[in-house]
């Protein structure tokens, strides 16, 4: 294997540029993909939330980049520096990201795009200046190992494979969470669960009565109440900060959002110290922003303050996740309005407001979606020890230790 430096296998290393934000020519109904460092860790990147026009492409340096490059995030807070994507449109980007262009006769992109992620570490180490940036020399210097073209084909397609099971995975999830999140609106928003003759219960004329304390209409017999009424809540305490270890010694600690994946947390900290424990199932809540954000404890584990743990008290987690992810919306549309949560106490999300069904409707809305979050809950679960295998192999590929047969 041979090693060799970013710039002498590629086209070409550049950085983005942002136009000016004052000159509307340069965005307004922009086409143009314009992405920047936050979105940059995931594999693949299609499209941005922020586009540029054709005129700013004509009338700025900003570079457009051909399909297949590389973005490294050269600044960044948290974790988002030395995190490295594959462009997969002709796309732009702000200055903060190194865009590398890959010689196709001398190296195979994905490949490349594999081993920058075994050196996250090693880029983040070469960042300079108070705030820690690095700089596209940086990065053309920076070298890689780099064996023959066939066999960097094949260490990727090892790699590839198992990130396409994991991306499938959450395409079904995606469509799963999106299921049952209608079925709990038409049931429980519109109202229009079915009624004794399997009708949908509004529009079938249902008995509607005015609630003083929700203040809307609601199905006869159903009653108004508070979160803490269906669900047994646990607030987060952090343990003292020197019991806190990475070596897997004491109990599974979660500070907050930040350990939050798709479903289920990633464990980095362990206390020997717990305070507040969440138990296996359990429905972890972000208190601080983002307030709302949601995932499953996998494990009996320690929280610190940033969440809190919730449990159904009539059970299954399914209906206390949707009314969860229902309350999430209406902090998402505060946030959006300008009304921004930067935390919520104790009191508040005991007394956040809401409407209790009669069980009847509850235990046949579990029927349908239990099993919709066991599927979720399992996809998840595959997902996980795909990422471990392919974590174990990456480095392992990318040094020789373990080879790929033909």
Request: include cysteine.
């Amino acid at each position: 294997m041979n090693r060799v430096s970013l710039k002498d296998i590629s086209k070409i290393i550049n950085s983005g540029l942002t136009p000016l934000r004052s000159n509307d020519q340069f965005w307004l109904n922009g086409n143009i993909p314009w992405v920047k460092t936050e979105q940059l860790g995931k594999k693949y990147i299609y499209d941005s939330n922020e586009k540029i026009t054709k005129f700013a492409l004509e009338n700025t340096s900003i570079k457009l980049n051909p399909r297949n490059t590389l973005s490294v995030a050269m600044y960044g807070e948290g974790k988002t520096r030395g995190s490295v994507s594959i462009l997969k449109n002709e796309t732009t980007t702000n200055q903060a990201c190194c865009n590398i262009v890959i010689d196709e006769n001398k190296a195979y992109y994905e490949y490349v795009y594999y081993y920058l992620k075994t050196q996250y570490d090693n880029l983040r180490n070469l960042s300079s200046g108070v705030r820690k940036n690095l700089n596209s020399n940086d990065i053309k210097n920076f070298e890689i190992v780099l064996p023959k073209f066939s066999i960097q084909k094949q260490i990727a397609k090892v790699l590839s494979d198992l990130d396409a099971k994991i991306e499938l995975n959450n395409k079904i999830n995606a469509q799963l969470e999106a299921m049952a999140k209608t079925l709990y609106d038409y049931w429980f928003v519109q109202f229009e669960f079915p009624d004794v003759n399997g009708k949908p219960y509004k529009a079938s004329g249902g008995k509607m009565v005015f609630n003083k304390t929700l203040k809307r209409e609601i199905p006869e017999g159903w009653e108004d109440g508070v979160l803490s009424d269906i669900a047994d809540i646990t607030m987060g305490q952090s343990p003292s900060g020197s019991s806190y270890n990475e070596e897997g010694i004491g109990t599974v600690f979660y500070q907050g959002s930040t350990d939050f994946g798709s479903r289920f947390p990633t464990v980095r900290k362990y206390t020997t110290e717990p305070s507040r424990m969440a138990e296996k199932g359990d429905i972890l809540l972000s208190v601080r922003a983002p307030v709302g954000t949601l995932n499953q404890a996998m494990e009996s584990c320690c929280i610190g303050r940033g969440l809190a743990a919730l449990s159904e008290k009539e059970g299954s987690i399914s209906f206390l996740w949707s009314q969860m992810e229902y309350f999430k919306q209406i902090f998402d549309r505060r946030n959006s309005s300008g009304t921004t949560f930067g935390s919520i106490t104790k009191n508040d999300l005991f007394s956040l407001k809401l409407c209790i069904p009669n069980k009847e409707v509850v235990k046949a809305f579990k029927i349908i979606a239990d099993p919709i979050h066991d599927k979720i809950i399992v996809n998840s679960k595959q997902n996980q020890k795909l990422a471990e295998l392919r974590d174990w192999l990456l480095p392992m590929l990318m040094n020789g230790q373990v080879t790929v047969g033909k």
